[in-house]
T-cell receptor, first 115, second 113 residues
C-alpha cells in the first residue's frame, strides 16, 4: 500500500529564511510525487510534480523539490520564504494511468512565517 | 481560470437533510472523478472513485448509501450527502482526471447543524 509521511506537523520560519519541508513515501513501483499548498478554507494548488527525468523539479512561486529514490524522499525547498507562503503543505504520491491515478496524501505541514 | 468548478463553496444545512455538491470540468472531459474529504487540521482522505457512466468505487469505511456519487457525463459529477448529521461536517473536494492531467475543485465546506 502506498503511504506518505510528513514528519513535521508545524514549522515556523522567519521571512527571508530558507525552508525545507520533508516528505517520505512508500510505493511499490515508480512513484508519481506531488506537492500541494492549501490556504485556509481553500482548495489545493499544485506547486510541482515529479514523474520522471531530472530529479530536481522546479515549481511555481520559487519552490523546488528533489526526488531521492535511495531515501524515498521528496523534500520541498525554497531559498527565501515570503509571508504569503504561510499555508498548509501536502505531499502526495500516486501511480500512473486511468483510475489508478489515485493520490495518497501526507498529513500536511503547517507553515508559519514570522515577520 | 479554474478548470474544475465546484459548487457550492460552502453550505450550512440542518441535520437530516441532504446536500448535493457539483463538480464541473471546464474545457476538458473528466473520465474519472475522485472525491475526497478533509476533516479540520487533517489530510485529504479519498472517499470514492467514479468513472463516467459507471458506479462509483468506494473506499473502505465510506457508506455508499450515505454518500451518493453520480458521474453521468464527462463534465459533471455530483456528490450527495444524504440525511446529513453533524459528524458529516467537513471539507469535500473533487479531483477530475482526464487522460493526462488531473485538477482539483475549489472544495465545499459543509456544516451540518
Amino acid at each position: 500500500a502506498q503511504s506518505v509521511t510528513q514528519p513535521d506537523i508545524h514549522i515556523t520560519v522567519s521571512e527571508g529564511a530558507s525552508l525545507e519541508l520533508r516528505c517520505n513515501y512508500s510505493y511499490g513501483a515508480t512513484p508519481y510525487l506531488f506537492w500541494y499548498v492549501q490556504s485556509p478554507g481553500q482548495g489545493l494548488q499544485l506547486l510541482l510534480k515529479y514523474f520522471s527525468g531530472d530529479t530536481l523539479v522546479q515549481g511555481i512561486k520559487g519552490f523546488e523539490a528533489e526526488f531521492k529514490r535511495s531515501q524515498s524522499s521528496f523534500n520541498l525547498r525554497k531559498p527565501s520564504v515570503h509571508w504569503s507562503d504561510a499555508a498548509e503543505y501536502f505531499c502526495a504520491v500516486g501511480g500512473a494511468g486511468g483510475s489508478n491515478y489515485k493520490l495518497t496524501f501526507g498529513k500536511g505541514t503547517l507553515l508559519t512565517v514570522n515577520p | 481560470g479554474a478548470v474544475v468548478s465546484q459548487h457550492p463553496s460552502w453550505v450550512i444545512c440542518k441535520s437530516g437533510t441532504s446536500v448535493k455538491i457539483e463538480c464541473r470540468s471546464l474545457d476538458f472531459q473528466a473520465t474519472t472523478m475522485f472525491w475526497y474529504r478533509q476533516f479540520p487540521k487533517q489530510s485529504l482522505m479519498l472517499m470514492a472513485t467514479s468513472n463516467e457512466g459507471s458506479k462509483a468505487t468506494y473506499e473502505q469505511g465510506v457508506e455508499k448509501d450515505k454518500f451518493l456519487i453520480n458521474h453521468a457525463s464527462l463534465t459533471l459529477s455530483t456528490l450527495t450527502v444524504t440525511s446529513a448529521h453533524p459528524e458529516d461536517s467537513s471539507f469535500y473536494i473533487c479531483r477530475s482526471y482526464s487522460n493526462t492531467e488531473a485538477f482539483f475543485g475549489q472544495g465545499t465546506r459543509l456544516t451540518v447543524v
